[in-house]
């Protein structure tokens, strides 16, 4: 039974203590104090900012458009987004946090879905990704059924005067391009 708790907590999480040592995992057992699990924290969740056909957008460390849904209720630390509509809105898991060289003009957080996972928000919204979006810096969820919105304009840029200078450079998809946009992208739904 040790063996089976040490590989158990070897394998899920961090462990702690005397006893979480390579013998417990062959069947040897020491007399140190039992084997304590202590869970991960949240992995962290790089966002960035991209171009696409809708302007610049918070995006994934993988460029994948990252979206919110306008029946979420700002701050109230719930997403409404549940089943068939989490299967084709992936929530975005984990502690986000602004890769290096972004600046964001909001402020990253975390709310806890039902069954404990972690779910990165922007200004108090859950941050969803589509499914549908089949290749990084696509934006094909954007509007759909008047409620999924990309996060873009104002709300991104830190400031209009850095919108300004970055919108002079060439701008490529890197990870480490100023976020940037002019167009306000969320059709009304009061983000």
């Known amino acids: 039974m040790a ?18 040592s390579a ?8 007399a140190a104090a ?8 949240p992995a ?3 966002l960035t900012v991209r171009k696409t056909g809708a302007g610049y957008v918070l995006a994934t460390s993988t460029g994948r458009t990252i979206y919110w849904y306008s ?9 409404t987004c549940t089943g068939t ?6 929530a975005v898991t984990g502690a986000p946090v602004a890769a290096p060289g972004v600046q964001l003009a909001g402020k990253l957080g975390t709310i806890t879905r039902p069954g404990g996972v972690v779910q990165a928000t922007y200004n108090g919204y859950p941050l ?11 934006t094909t969820g954007n509007g759909v059924t008047g409620a999924w919105h990309v996060i873009t304009g104002a709300v991104l840029s830190p ?15 890197a990870a480490s391009v100023t976020p940037t946009g002019t167009a306000s992208g969320y059709g009304g739904g009061g983000y």
């Open 3 to 20: 063996a089976l708790s040490a590989a158990l907590c070897l394998a899920a999480v961090a462990c702690r203590g005397p006893a979480a």
């Open 34 to 41: 039992p084997t304590t699990m202590t869970p991960m924290s």
């Open 71 to 79: 029946v979420d209720t700002k701050g109230s630390g719930k997403s």
């Open 159 to 173: 400031s209009p005067a850095s919108a300004a200078a970055a919108s002079l450079r060439d701008a490529s998809p």
């Open 85 to 90: 509509c989490l299967a084709a809105w992936p």
């Open 44 to 46: 962290k969740d790089l």
């Open 23 to 30: 013998g417990t995992a062959y069947g040897t057992t020491s």
């Open 128 to 138: 969803y990704t589509y499914a549908q979006d089949m290749a990084p810096g696509q």
